[in-house]
């Protein structure tokens, strides 16, 4: 049976992104677990919280963080955007925590980017872009107002596909589209074990956490099979490469 509806897609076509809960509640635990194995700080007391770390204490292949992609249904979910059978089942879902600051003063990232391109600091080689189709952002405990939630640009997966028509992917310096007014970014708030897809072009950010708890959200990245064969493609229908999108 499906997970997603007509509805579903329609809402993702037109924004790029849709909201889903779909860990079960011992996924839930099992991942904030394995989490919390690599945190030094007391879990029983939120003051030791405050501007801890590290962003990523446990790697993507743990057992309990691979799960909560491979073993729930958000990698089906994902090809049923894409299509049955065309995603890398090779993807992990790598933690990327922020911790509480402690401080008040918060406001919405007024720009984003696309993941893959080259910064001083992210690891991307310089001339390179990693192309993906699907995020997936899983929250494994639950993210307020101002805690430090995955924020989207409903909708710039269209523009960003207009743009690459008749732009190079590597016209982008540092993923950020310079000088365009995208409207206000969108915070991704919601409970554990809630799930945020995303267009791999569409623009998004994240911010600092004004909130009592530690943001622990899982992102992973997915790309067809055959990604080496379409990674320059421009096709004129930003959906072809989307067989389930077409179904």
């Known amino acids: 049976m499906p997970h997603l509806t007509a509805a579903d897609k329609a809402f993702f076509r037109d924004n790029g992104y849709l909201v889903k809960q779909v860990l079960t509640p011992e996924q839930i635990r099992a991942a904030q677990r394995a989490l919390w194995e690599g945190i030094p700080a007391d879990r029983n007391d939120p003051q030791t919280w405050i501007k801890a770390g590290p962003r990523v204490p446990v790697p993507a292949s743990h057992p309990a963080i691979r799960a909560t992609l491979h073993d729930s249904p958000v990698f089906e979910m994902a090809e049923e955007l894409v299509g049955a059978g065309t995603l890398s089942p090779n993807a992990s879902p790598g933690p990327h925590l922020v911790f509480p600051t402690g401080e008040t003063d ?50 710039s997966h269209r523009y960003a596909a207009e743009y690459f028509r008749t732009h190079s992917l590597l016209s982008v310096e540092g993923g950020v ?26 623009v998004h950010s994240g911010s600092k956490n004004c909130a009592a708890r530690i943001r622990m959200a899982l992102i992973a990245r997915l790309a067809r099979k055959d990604l080496e064969d379409i990674r320059f493609e421009t096709p004129d229908d930003m959906w072809e490469h989307w067989e389930g999108m077409r179904a």
Do not use: K
């Open 177 to 202: 589209f310079r000088d365009t007014d995208l409207g206000p970014g969108l915070e991704i708030t919601g409970p554990a074990g809630m799930v945020c897809l995303w267009h791999g072009q569409l």
């Open 106 to 155: 918060w406001s919405l990232p007024r720009i984003g980017h696309l993941d893959g391109y080259y910064t001083p600091t992210n690891g991307v080689a310089q001339g390179t872009v990693g192309i993906f189709h699907v995020g997936a952002t899983i929250y494994v405990e639950e993210v307020e107002a101002r805690g430090a939630g995955f924020t989207v640009w409903p909708g």
